[in-house]
C-alpha cells in the first residue's frame, strides 16, 4: 500500500532533504565562524545524517526510475533499509522526548530543548522519515526478524560511544554523550539495566512497525482484488 506517484515522492523527498539538512546545519552551527563539530559525536546528529543520506538516495533513485519507468510507481532503494532508517531515528525521538528531555539533557552547540533546532532534529526530521514510509514505500517486506536487526544501529553507537570513551576521547567534556550511559553515576549495574529496558523498548516500537506494515500490506491487497474484480 503505497503511493504510486513519484511526482509526489520527489518532491517531498527533495523537501525533506532540505529541512533535514537545515536541522543538522543548525544544530552543528555549520553557517557559523566556528561550527560545533562535537556535534558528530551525538546519536542525534548522527541519525540525522543517516535520514539525510538515506532521503537524498531515494530522490536520486526516484528520478532515475522516472526517466526508466516514467512518473506512475513507486521508487525507493530498499523498503527494509527504509524502515532501518526509520527506526534509527524513532530512536532518537522516544529517547529524546521521554528520556533526555524530562531530565532537562542539554547538548552543545546551538541545541536547546525544543527550540526550532532541536525540534527539527528530535521531531520534525523523524516524522519526515516516517510520513516517507507511510505514503511512498511498498508494503509487507518488512521480514519478522528486521526489528532485531534494526537494534544494530543504535549498538553500533553505543559500541563507538564506550570505546571512544575508553580510548580518552571526551564528548565536551564529558565522559559519556548521554545521562544514562554514565557509570559514574549509575554504577555499570545501573547503566546495564537502561540499555535492556531502552532495547525492549525499542524493540518493542520495531514490531509495532512490523505489525503496521503487514496491516498495511493486507489492506492494500484487499484494494487491489476489489479494484479488479470491478474492473
Known amino acids: 500500500m503505497a503511493l504510486h506517484h513519484r511526482t509526489l515522492a520527489f518532491a517531498y523527498r527533495a523537501l525533506a532533504s532540505f529541512l533535514i539538512l537545515l536541522g543538522i546545519a543548525r544544530v552543528a552551527g555549520l553557517w557559523s565562524a566556528t561550527p560545533t563539530w562535537s556535534s558528530f559525536l551525538y546519536y542525534t546528529v548522527l541519525s540525522n545524517v543517516l535520514c539525510l543520506v538515506w532521503m537524498v538516495w531515494s530522490a536520486i533513485v526516484t528520478v532515475r526510475d522516472a526517466e526508466a519507468k516514467g512518473w506512475y510507481g513507486y521508487s525507493t532503494p530498499s523498503a527494509r533499509g527504509e524502515a532501518a532508517v526509520m527506526e534509527a531515528i524513532t530512536v532518537t525521538m522516544l529517547i529524546y522526548l521521554f528520556v533526555l528531555a524530562p531530565a532537562l539533557f542539554a547538548q552543545p552547540g546551538a541545541y536547546q530543548p525544543f527550540t526550532l533546532t532541536d525540534n527539527l ?91 503496521l506494515d503487514r496491516l498495511l500490506a493486507r489492506v492494500g491487497r484487499r484494494r487491489a482484488a476489489t479494484a479488479s474484480r470491478k474492473a
Do not use: Q
Not at 514510509?133 to 536487526?149: N, S, T, V
Not at 564529558?174 to 554514565?182: G, L, T
Open 121 to 211: 532534529v528530535h521531531i520534525v526530521t523523524p516524522v519526515l522519515v516516517i510520513v516517507d514510509w507511510l505514503l511512498f514505500i511498498p508494503k509487507g517486506e518488512i521480514k519478522p526478524y528486521d526489528p532485531l536487526l534494526w537494534a544494530l544501529i543504535p549498538y553500533a553507537y553505543l559500541a563507538f560511544a564506550f570505546i571512544y570513551s575508553a580510548a580518552g576521547g571526551r564528548f565536551d567534556g564529558n565522559p559519556v554523550p548521554y545521562p544514562f550511559m554514565d557509570a559514574s553515576v549509575h554504577g555499570v549495574g545501573g547503566v546495564m539495566a537502561w540499555i535492556v529496558g531502552l532495547t525492549v523498548a525499542l524493540v518493542g516500537v520495531g514490531y509495532g512497525y512490523y505489525g
